[in-house]
């Protein structure tokens, strides 16, 4: 795995700052550094830790955090260099954890990894998938309110959260990809309406209706739409379509009635029959146009959006803010997972698509802190670095503890 130097990112985050508005000098210096310090600093990623590495005092990153930046825009521009033919947008919560009860939004959210409800916060993560490439973008992480927001469900609060950015995300993509729990009319219809074509999965036993092909019968009354409810022990041939995948997979597909939509859905179902029994799996689309394949496929890659946050817990600090405002708050959390974007960026600039080497965080992560160290003893030491012999030994530091050197 072949890493550039760390000058690279920092080059990668001025030429996006100088793309975007409002950007004034000191804000410029200052976002600049921060995204080093949280790819190089090894330990919490907190005010403390930032002043022992950084140039600044503790109270100048407090107020820093506490200022307004767009990491949206910054975010569709970074991923614009690295953009890819079929892209899609991944929609995700994610349990934060928090001590304490002053933290705004604070309460009681689901937890996948713990597979129980546990106290914290939480944040929905929106992301760019490039589809040919099999990774992640982060765009931007919105705090969740509360358990309940603002009097409101979870799901009218995700909704919110995509249409308050509708311009910039359809920029992206028109295609938003959630999982099961966002299969509600409450969600779908406004995306819907707004421009945007949603993919998720659907119940086992979701009440779907096919549609009525036959002749219709003269004289009065209303034309039959329908041709009765799906069985999904006996699925209709006549009505839907089937693939064989294997000798164990079959898909079927066709354009059916969803009840608790109202409206036709593009259906996508898998049938498996393992050691005799059979079993499915069923996901939609609301474009009645797109390839089975190709919603199974970006249903799939959704799951990329969660090594993204794998990625920032494990590397970047993505729990360790301490603080309790909410505009720091949501300034750590987007810094954070923000650098994993400019890591992958960075490290395959210079890479053809189809020779792209295997993105390991914790790699750069270790890389960049060898850099740290190194530019400090350099300093100290008065040490010409462009040397020849100081060359091949400075990059042995610099590799030095990687995984794949």
Not at 85 to 106: E, H, M, N, Q, W
Not at 200 to 215: P, Q
Not at 258 to 287: E, M, P, R, W
Request: charged share 25%; net charge positive.
């Amino acid at each position: 795995m072949t890493f550039s130097e760390k000058s690279n990112c920092k080059d990668i985050v001025k030429s996006v700052l100088k793309k975007m508005h409002g950007i004034n000098a000191p804000q410029f210096k200052f976002i600049t550094e921060v995204f080093g310090l949280f790819l190089s600093i090894r330990g919490r990623l907190n005010f403390l830790q930032l002043a022992r590495y950084g140039k600044r005092c503790e109270q100048s990153y407090r107020n820093g955090f506490a200022k307004h930046f767009d990491f949206l825009t910054f975010n569709i521009a970074l991923f614009k260099e690295q953009e890819g033919k079929r892209i899609f947008i991944a929609l995700d919560p994610s349990y934060i954890s928090k001590s304490g009860k002053c933290t705004p939004g604070v309460g009681y959210f689901w937890s996948g990894v713990a597979g129980a409800a546990k106290w914290g916060v939480e944040i929905t993560g929106i992301a760019a998938v490039d589809l040919d490439l099999n990774t992640a973008y982060h765009l931007e992480a919105v705090q969740t309110p509360g358990p309940k927001p603002n009097g409101g469900t979870l799901v009218e609060h995700y909704t919110k959260v995509i249409l308050d950015r509708k311009d910039q995300l359809l920029s992206v993509s028109k295609y938003i990809v959630a999982d099961a729990y966002f299969s509600k009319n409450k969600f779908i219809a406004p995306l819907n309406e707004n421009g945007f074509e949603v993919i998720s999965r659907l119940r086992n036993d979701a009440d779907l209706l096919y549609l009525f092909t036959g002749v219709q019968k003269g004289g009065q009354g209303r034309p039959k739409e329908y041709d009765g409810k799906i069985n999904y022990d006996k699925l209709s041939d006549h009505n839907l379509t089937f693939t064989k995948i294997d000798n164990q997979n079959t898909i079927f597909h066709g354009v059916v009635y969803a009840k608790f939509l109202k409206k036709k859905i593009n259906l996508v179902g898998v049938l498996t029959n393992k050691k005799g029994k059979q079993s499915h799996k069923l996901y939609f689309t609301t474009d009645l146009e797109m390839r089975p394949r190709e919603v199974l496929e970006m249903y799939g890659a959704r799951f990329q959006i969660e090594f993204v946050f794998r990625d920032a817990k494990q590397n970047t600090g993505l729990d360790h803010c301490q603080a309790r405002d909410p505009e720091k708050l949501h300034f750590h959390w987007n810094t954070s997972l923000t650098c994993v974007n400019i890591a992958k960026v960075a490290h395959w600039k210079n890479e053809i698509n189809t020779e792209r080497q295997p993105f390991s965080m914790a790699d750069v992560k270790t890389l960049y802190h060898n850099q740290l160290l190194v530019d400090r003893f350099i300093v100290k030491f008065g040490i010409n670095p462009n040397k020849r012999k100081n060359k091949k030994i400075i990059r042995e530091l610099l590799n030095y503890g990687k995984i794949a050197a």
